[in-house]
């Protein structure tokens, strides 16, 4: 359920930035009812289910429950990475109770017999190597912070290689030479998904465009 919201919220920000590029009337207009139709959405969409900040349950070894933890905050500095996981209580447990093991490009957390539950968090691939040395982690207040040491002192765009391939596909679909390029890729992609009221809008918009447009600089092939 948080995946589609995202999913959502993602195709709003997009359809936002194609409104201030375009100037037609008719293709604004198409936007701006695939704008109001994301925003209902949005507004009917439920809140994600949390479970003491944490994910699915399942039966564990350890003994009671493991639950994965999904829910962090996370920022940086020159020289760490800094993961924020929020647990409830997690300052009252012995210290050996919160492990964190780290590698080159992963960490994985493990908070043990937490009111009678289990936590953990892997990451994989990280997007840039960290010191397994430097690296280490804290507990504060209902909180573990997990730092990872940077390798090299450079700004990190997100946490892990799989979000940076995810954003790259993203951006390729719609960040051409061409802006008009990227409002038809939107458009063509509105069409293929979009009810049939959508997809009479966009053709009504089209044909429209066309006739007006009598060298046809505004191509767009559904």
């Known amino acids: 359920m948080a995946a589609a919201h995202e999913e959502l919220q993602k195709d709003l920000e997009e359809v936002k930035e194609l409104l201030t590029k375009t100037t037609r009337k008719r293709l604004r207009d198409v936007l701006m009812t695939e704008k109001h139709k994301l925003e209902i959405e949005l507004k009917n969409q439920p809140p994600p289910k949390l479970k003491a900040d944490a994910g699915e349950e399942e039966k564990s070894s350890l003994g009671g429950y493991t639950v994965k933890i999904n829910n962090y905050g996370w920022d940086q500095s020159d020289k760490f990475i800094k993961i924020y996981i929020s647990l ?7 210290a050996e109770n919160v492990q964190v093991n780290f590698t080159e490009r992963s960490f994985d957390l493990l908070v043990k017999n937490l009111n009678g539950k289990n936590y953990t968090m892997t990451f994989n691939n990280l997007l840039k190597p960290i010191s397994v040395e430097g690296s280490s982690r804290k507990i504060k207040t209902d909180t573990v912070l997990v730092m990872c040491r940077k390798k090299r002192e450079e700004k990190w765009d997100c946490l892990t290689q799989v979000e940076k391939e995810s954003k790259e596909k993203e951006k390729a679909a719609y960040d051409t030479s061409d802006p008009s390029e990227g ?3 939107l458009l063509k992609k509105m069409y293929a998904e979009g009810d049939d009221e959508m997809k009479r809008t966009i053709n009504k918009a089209w044909v429209e465009s066309r006739e007006k447009q009598s060298k046809g600089d505004i191509p767009m092939d559904i």
């Open 183 to 185: 409002l038809m890729n």
């Open 88 to 94: 409830s209580g997690v300052q009252k447990l012995p």
